[in-house]
């Protein structure tokens, strides 16, 4: 071991200046210095990692906790309240006093539409702008409830009145609560797609951060090989091993993240969000269905409108069809369209009947109980749907849970790998600058 | 020392005094009561209604010599046509209590002027049951006559020179005339103390452009439906509805707490619409009108729904231009 440079203590006594320049031109100056910066990159490499890891994983717990559970809250509100005013119509269709089933429906249409409403209102902060349609919501729906039972007490004492009490419901519900709800879906779903997008991302700011730790290594070793006559640093090779395991398990396990969150969409949310669309649409087509029916004549505008909702409603079967991934989903939408045709073909029925003038055939036909009609058709395709968008969400849930295993302790190893690179790579160039003492 | 026991004092308040709180208010976007759909308030008068030249409207077409026998119509006439077809279609109301209304608990749509295109059915096809309904709102009356979709309107339609222009109309078949519904005890005694309060009416209706025309300038509010006025009064909305006595009737029986005020400020003589171009069918139904009128027909269906309004009311005389 032959000395190099000018030994230490010359520059003791000189100005900080000039000690500095010294350090840097000494040899075991130089070494120090490597030593301090193999520290700083390594930590500060292994913090940043850590810390975008935990973003991603805390973008995953989001996910799972938060925005595809108010995602689904959305569309428990929208469908629940649809389902409502669709059933008060039927109700008024159906004559006198409503059936005990027509009415239970009712109420527990009313129940789920508050409790997923005070699910949705129980986090607003993430996104601001369905502040306005979640008051709109939580004012409106008593309004709605209250202009109901109206209508339903004046029915009750045979007052026509009562007719126009439930058209003001109804209006209320289509002009202020159904839209609130609609954008309160939108605004969730979005959020999905977002978390989706940020916890599914590649990791490439992980690999190039363990690129620059790596390459400072490198650097390092370089040196230290070139000033001396050992071609490996026993210390140096441990710290690159760890920083090169710290990597290799975080692109690991993010190419494992982003595989599932990718599924969690294809298996999961892309086919929900479909199916709820949907299920939406078959709403709002049985609503303008009966509310024809109860316009007796100069409904054209609801009939209209049954159509286009409908022909929505045919694209959007098809589209969940082919999105379908498991078996199950596939089924229950093959099996909604059949119903959906039976559907159709019952409206067919219920608009002769109408045109010609035969209004109690069209209303059996509407609302009567029997197979083929067309109230039977509608339940039969909404159950299909629920089961469909169940299997669905159970792949979403079960999709991100993967992902979220694939990052437990992640970030605890990443930083121990990262103080142990440190604590490796200090003992290396320790051991050479022993050698000028 | 007094001193700084007087400044420690100060001290000791200023410590003591409350900090502004600035726990935030609840507020709320608005308590606005719903509305009917599509209700709106009317600036002034329809601009149409001044335009026409004065005219004898309640005069009809006198009929043709007896009528057919049911079942057996003159080949060639619009009677023929809805024979044929096997059912007259009529526009009525589902929404106006008394006159033409959906009974909550049956389904069915009933009322004086459901009786009456009844009775039309019954004169082409011997059996009231043949007839389809068609519901109609005010507005929508004159185009359905124009475009064919209804045999008939019979809807509370008061017959006025500018309608004749673009339809037929039967002889008169009832005579009513407009009055005011308001709470009771509201200070409102008729059409004088409507000065800036809010009137409800139907659009399309005589009877907006009627409201919109009292010299004490009340503000319109136009709806749909008459029911929907009783929402908003109800509601507090409107402050009074005005319209034809027989649907005012109508819609204070629903509610003991209104009552009609002051006096029938309008005539209001109600005719069967009928497309302009079938005048044959135009003297089948004021057949149809001489004969219940004189049997006794009018004044049973005329008990059973406006007894209430004018106890033993003849029918109105028929007018005819030849």
Redesign the interface.
């Known amino acids: 071991m032959r000395r190099k440079g000018t030994p230490m203590t010359a520059v003791v006594t000189a100005p900080t200046s000039r000690r500095v320049t010294g350090l840097v031109k000494s040899t075991p100056g130089r070494l120090s210095l490597i030593a301090l910066l193999l520290v700083a990159v390594t930590v500060v490499v292994g913090a940043l990692t850590a810390w975008s890891v935990q973003t991603r994983s805390a973008a995953l717990e989001e996910l799972a906790n938060r925005s595809e559970p108010l995602s689904f809250a959305a569309q428990e509100v929208y469908r629940s309240m649809a389902d409502a005013d669709a059933t008060a119509a039927s109700a008024f ?4 006093v409503e059936s005990p089933a027509l009415r239970s429906r009712y109420e527990a249409d009313i129940a789920k539409a508050a409790a997923a409403l005070s699910t949705a209102t129980g986090e607003t902060s993430r996104s601001p702008e369905v502040g ?1 349609a979640l ?2 919501l939580a ?2 729906l008593p ?2 409830t209250g ?1 109901v039972e109206t209508a339903r007490t ?2 009750r ?9 439930l ?6 519900m289509r ?1 202020q609560l159904l839209p609130a709800a609609q954008g309160l879906y939108r605004a969730e779903t979005a959020n999905v797609v977002r978390d989706q997008d940020s916890a599914g991302g590649g990791p490439w700011s992980e690999l190039l951060l363990g690129l620059v730790a790596l390459a400072s290594l490198g650097f390092a070793q370089w040196y230290v090989t070139r000033r001396s006559n050992r071609v490996f640093n026993v210390g140096l090779v441990v710290a690159t091993g760890l920083v090169l395991v710290s990597l290799l398990w975080v692109s690991i396990a993010s190419a494992v993240v982003a595989t599932t969150v990718s599924d969690s969409r294809e298996n999961g949310s892309a086919q929900v969000d479909v199916l709820a669309r949907a299920r939406i649409a078959t709403l709002t087509a049985r609503g303008d269905e009966t509310l024809t029916l109860v ?4 409904g054209a505008a609801y009939e209209k409108r049954y159509g286009e909702v409908s022909g929505e409603l045919g694209e959007l079967l098809a589209r969940g069809r082919s999105l379908a991934t498991a078996p199950a989903v596939r089924d229950a939408v093959t099996s909604a369209e059949k119903n959906f045709q039976a559907w159709q073909e019952a409206h067919r029925r219920i608009r002769e009947a109408d045109d ?2 035969d ?1 109690t055939t069209a ?1 059996g036909a509407a609302i009567g109980p029997d197979q083929g009609g067309a109230a039977v058709a509608f339940d039969n395709l909404d159950r299909d749907l629920v089961t469909a968008i169940t299997q669905a969400r159970t792949a979403f849930t079960g999709s991100v849970a993967t992902a979220r295993g694939a990052l437990t302790g992640t970030v605890a190893v990443v930083a121990l790998l990262a103080l142990g690179a440190a604590a490796a790579s200090v003992m290396g160039v320790w051991q050479r600058l022993k050698e000028y003492r | 020392m007094r001193r700084l026991v007087v400044l420690l004092l100060l001290l000791l308040s200023a410590a003591c005094a409350p900090v502004p709180s600035s726990a935030p208010d609840i507020t ?2 608005s308590a606005g009561a ?5 209700a709106a308030e009317v600036g002034g008068p329809p601009s149409s209604a001044a335009a026409v030249p004065p005219c004898d409207a309640t005069a009809s077409l006198r009929p043709s010599g007896p009528l057919p026998q049911p079942g057996a119509m003159p080949p060639g006439s619009t009677m023929e046509r809805i024979a044929a077809r096997g ?1 007259l ?1 009529a ?1 009525v109301d ?4 008394l006159m033409g ?7 069915a ?1 009933e009322g004086f002027d459901v009786d009456m295109a009844r009775e039309v059915a019954k004169a082409v096809f011997g059996d009231p049951n043949r ?7 005010s507005d ?1 009356r004159i185009p359905a006559l124009e475009q064919g979709e209804v045999d008939v309107v019979v809807r509370t339609m008061t017959i006025n020179c500018e309608r004749a222009q673009k339809v037929a109309f039967s002889s008169v078949y009832y005579q009513a005339g407009q009055r005011v519904l308001a709470a009771r005890g509201s200070g409102i005694t008729g059409p004088d103390s409507l000065g800036g309060r809010k009137v409800c009416a139907t659009k399309g209706s005589s009877s907006l452009a009627n409201v919109a025309n009292i010299a004490s300038k009340p503000v319109v509010v136009a709806v749909a ?1 008459w ?2 006025c ?2 908003m009064l ?1 509601q507090g909305q409107v402050d009074a509805v005005s319209t034809d006595d027989t649907i005012l009737a ?2 204070a029986a ?2 003991p707490y209104t009552e009609m005020v002051g006096p029938q400020f309008t005539q209001e003589p109600y005719g069967m619409g009928i497309p302009k171009a079938n005048e044959d069918f135009v003297r089948f139904v004021n057949g149809v009108l001489e004969r219940i009128r004189s049997d006794g027909t009018w004044a049973g269906i005329h008990q059973r729904w406006l007894g209430a309004l004018d106890r033993g009311a003849a029918p109105p005389a028929a007018k005819y231009r030849d």
């Open positions: 269709l159906s004559g006198g306005t008051s709109t004012g409106q309004v709605y202009l004046h029915n004492q045979g007052n026509p009145v009562g007719a126009a009490y058209r003001e419901a109804s209006s209320l002009a316009a007796r004549g100069s010609s003038g209004y209303l | 709320v976007g719903p509305t009917p759909g599509d059912r279609i526009g589902q929404n106006t209590y209304f959906r009974n909550p608990e049956s389904g749509i007839i389809q309904f068609k519901v109609l709102t929508q439906n029911t929907d009783l929402v109800q109508g819609l629903q509610d």
